[in-house]
């Protein structure tokens, strides 16, 4: 049962347009989530995070909205760069009274083009 | 800062043998570490969590006897497949978080990939 979706597997945008990457969640109870970036050969970076409480988040060029009724969250980049390119995750957090288990989708392959 | 070492990167094993991956906070003290397997064009499946001098706490359907996992120190966890089989090649990833807060945010390594022959 997959937890945490992300139905698209590639998305391709121009330099300088807005990216959209969309998530979308089945368990109403994850507490936070996070959105990771990770290039080839390295670990998966931490970009930004939302609290199930609030609805955006804002970091520089990078914003996560949150729809709680809708279980979906987006993670908008703009504008676009070239460096951006690569696989997005998104993850969910669920408070186990410690530390917090993340699930994640399968990931979104972000390719900015000139 | 915040930065999680994983060795070796890569790694190729006969079948029956064991293989020991290493996961080291470098610029900070982990209270908890996470283990991670990814299949190809799969999602990260965590494995186990595991605290520093505390038994680590397996997912459900991973084998703890097979997957040994050993958090010694507050920078080091070791995760060892043992008697490995080409059905456990697969890419392993850990992660590392700092205080034990829930809300913490888990940082990475880079990852090892085990082929087992």
């Known amino acids: 049962d997959q937890q945490v979706k992300q139905n698209s597997p590639s998305l391709s945008v121009q330099e300088g347009r807005i990216s959209i990457l969309n998530c979308d969640y089945t368990?109403?109870?994850?507490?936070?989530f996070l959105w990771y970036k990770k290039y080839p050969a390295e670990g998966p970076t931490f970009l930004i995070s939302?609290?199930?409480?609030?609805d955006k988040n804002e970091d520089g060029r990078f914003t996560v909205f949150l729809n709680k009724s809708a279980k979906h969250l987006s993670l908008h980049i703009v504008p676009s760069q070239p460096g951006d390119s690569a696989v997005y995750f998104c993850?969910?957090?669920?408070?186990?009274?410690?530390?917090?288990?993340?699930?994640f989708g399968t990931g979104t392959r972000l390719q900015v083009t000139l | 800062g915040a930065v999680v070492s994983q060795h070796p990167s890569w790694v190729i094993c006969k079948s029956g043998t064991s293989v020991k991956i290493e996961c080291r906070s470098l610029?900070?003290?982990?209270?908890?570490m996470f283990w991670y397997r990814q299949f190809p064009k799969q999602s990260l499946m965590l494995m186990a969590t595991?605290?520093?001098?505390?038994?680590?706490?397996?997912e459900q359907g991973v084998e703890k006897d097979k997957f040994l996992i050993n958090h010694a120190s507050l920078t080091l966890s070791t995760l060892t497949v043992t008697s490995a089989h080409p059905e456990d090649s697969s890419f392993y990833i850990c992660?590392?978080?700092?205080?034990?807060?829930?809300?913490?945010?888990?940082?990475f390594g880079a990852g090892t990939r085990l082929s087992v022959l």
């Open positions: 992660s590392a978080i700092t205080s034990g807060s829930w809300s913490d945010i888990q940082y």
């Open positions: 368990n109403s109870m994850f507490d936070y």
């Open positions: 939302i609290s199930s409480i609030k």
């Open positions: 993850a969910a957090g669920l408070n186990t009274g410690t530390a917090s288990k993340l699930t």
């Open positions: 610029d900070f003290q982990a209270t908890t």
């Open positions: 595991s605290n520093e001098g505390s038994k680590a706490t397996y």
